[in-house]
C-alpha cells in the first residue's frame, strides 16, 4: 500500500453559498495564540440593506503568491505544502506592499504592530494532520478541508475552482472557491 502525505491530499474550499454570516470562523480563528488573538478570517456582508449575503475572506494562498514577490524584506515565504506564512515580525518593516498587491485583498496590516498579518491556513494545526480551526467549527461547512473526493462526493453540483484571472493575469490558488456546475470557464489566450 503506497504512502500518501495527508498534507498534500488535503484541500481548503471555500463555498460562499453555504455561508450563513454566523462567524463562527472569526471566533475560532481569535482564539488561536499564533496570531495574537486576532482573526485571519473576515466575513463580509454583499450589501446589507438589500440581502443577507455573506462572503468569507481567507487568505487563498496562491501558487505564485504575489504578496512575497512584493515584500522588499522578504519576510513573507511559501513553504513546500503550498502554505503562504503570514510576515515574519523580524523581517516585515510594515510597509503594506502585500496589501495594496493582494488581488483577493487578503493581507491586513495591524497598525498596533506595523506588522502584516494574514491566514496561515493554521499551519501549527495542518502540520500535524489536523484541520484549520475555522474548517472544524463552520456549522454549514461553508468552509471545509479535505480532499477533492470528498467534496465531489459533498457536493456533486458544484465545482471547485482554484485559477483567477484578474485582468491579463492568471492567478493560481490552493484554496477553492465552490462553485455551480457549469457557471464558470477558464479560457487562457
Known sequence: MPV????????????????????????????????GHES????NYIDRAVTVQTTVQVCMHCDDPVCANVCPA????????????TANTA???????????????????????????????CYDRTSAGKKPMCA?????????????????????????VNNFIFGKESVSTKVNIMMPKGSTSLIID
Open 74 to 85: 522578504d519576510a513573507i515565504t511559501k513553504d513546500e505544502f503550498g502554505v503562504v506564512h
Open 40 to 43: 485571519m478570517i473576515h466575513v
Open 136 to 160: 472544524t467549527v463552520c456549522p454549514t461547512q461553508a468552509l471545509y478541508y479535505g480532499t477533492r473526493e470528498e467534496i465531489a462526493k459533498m457536493r456533486p453540483n458544484s465545482t471547485p
Open 4 to 35: 500518501t502525505n495527508y498534507r498534500t491530499e488535503q484541500e481548503f474550499f471555500v463555498d460562499m453559498q453555504r455561508c450563513i454570516g454566523c462567524k463562527a470562523c472569526e471566533m475560532a480563528c481569535s482564539e488561536c495564540e499564533t496570531n
Open 91 to 121: 523581517r516585515c518593516i510594515g510597509c503594506s506592499n502585500c496589501v495594496m498587491a493582494c488581488p483577493f485583498g487578503v493581507p491586513k496590516k495591524d497598525e498596533a504592530y506595523d506588522l502584516m498579518m494574514k491566514c496561515n491556513m
